[in-house]
């Protein structure tokens, strides 16, 4: 039997070992975390800016009129991640799933567009949400528009200015 001091040394390694385990493991976790989120944010604003741009250039905008954001970026086909490098692919799975790949807006989540154009873009756009604009729905002119970026996915019905990200 080993002695009482010799066990309680290799007891101290082994907390020790497993601490610096433990520290190093997280710290390697959460910078892939922290890179993968950076990088949604940033496709995010780019995206955003981009919508913004697009819905200004409309001749029949003004800074008052209601804006329809519908869908998600994570159900448009443009924005599939899925086709991403290996080495953002390696990044994700290093996050060991405590982060989705999905955009970093949710679908019909208007709090998240708000503050997404104001925070990161400047702008403080009137938008209104599905329910809102449900007649705009059920128009054939929405049920006809196109995915963003496609030409028609950015329309003004009804008087509202109407961008279909998605179903």
Avoid: H
Avoid at 17 to 29: A, G, K, M, R
Avoid at 30 to 47: F, G, L, P, V
Avoid at 50 to 70: A, C, F, G, S, W
Avoid at 134 to 162: A, G
């Amino acid at each position: 039997m080993l002695p009482k001091s010799t066990i309680s040394k290799v007891s101290k390694y082994i907390v020790v070992i497993c601490s610096l385990l433990v520290i190093w493991n997280y710290t390697w976790q959460d910078n892939a975390s922290y890179i993968a989120i950076k990088s949604m944010q940033n496709q995010t604003e780019s995206t955003a800016l981009r919508l913004v741009t697009q819905i200004e250039q409309l001749d029949e905008y003004n800074m008052q009129m209601p804006v329809l954001i519908i869908g998600g970026l994570e159900n448009n086909p443009y924005f599939d991640r899925s086709n991403t490098t290996i080495e953002a692919k390696k990044l994700f799975d290093r996050t060991w799933g405590f982060i989705s790949n999905n955009s970093t807006i949710w679908w019909g989540n208007l709090d998240s567009w708000r503050k997404m154009l104001y925070e990161y873009i400047g702008v403080n756009m009137n938008l209104v949400s599905e329910s809102e604009c449900s007649e705009i729905l059920e128009t054939e002119e929405f049920k006809n528009m196109k995915f963003y970026p496609e030409q028609d996915s950015i329309k003004v019905i009804n008087n509202t200015v109407v961008v279909k990200l998605s179903n």
